[in-house]
């Protein structure tokens, strides 16, 4: 049996492992033509880099909420009614949530 480590490399790209490649790998796993392991450091500093980019598009989102409501603000300062607008309630994290594993292949410590 041929055994693929997986590198962070592979996992920064496409976290959801929906590309054809993944595809391709998974299905060769599934079908135990191979072994997929996927070492929990890897694991770890995917959920780390994902989670990094998440916090930069919830900041980016709040910052163009921010702007709406600045928006609101100046409309209502001249005298035009500004709530037409987007809805400008912050964006957050969800808490609690964790990365988990279950593609019938390996994940190693």
């Known amino acids: 049996m041929i055994t693929v480590i997986v590198d962070t490399t592979a996992t920064f790209v496409d976290v959801m492992m929906k590309s ?31 989670e990094a980019e998440a916090l930069k598009v919830i900041e980016t989102a709040n910052g163009k909420i921010d702007g709406i409501k600045k928006s609101r603000e100046r409309l209502t300062e001249i005298g035009i009614d500004g709530s037409s607008l987007v809805d400008s309630t912050p964006v957050t ?11 019938g292949c390996s994940a190693v410590s």
């Open 20 to 50: 054809t490649s993944w595809t391709q790998l998974l299905t060769l796993c599934d079908g135990s033509r191979i072994q997929v392991v996927l070492p929990e450091v890897v694991l770890r500093e995917t959920a780390r880099h994902w």
């Open 93 to 103: 994290a969800s808490p609690g949530l964790s990365l988990t594993v279950d593609q």
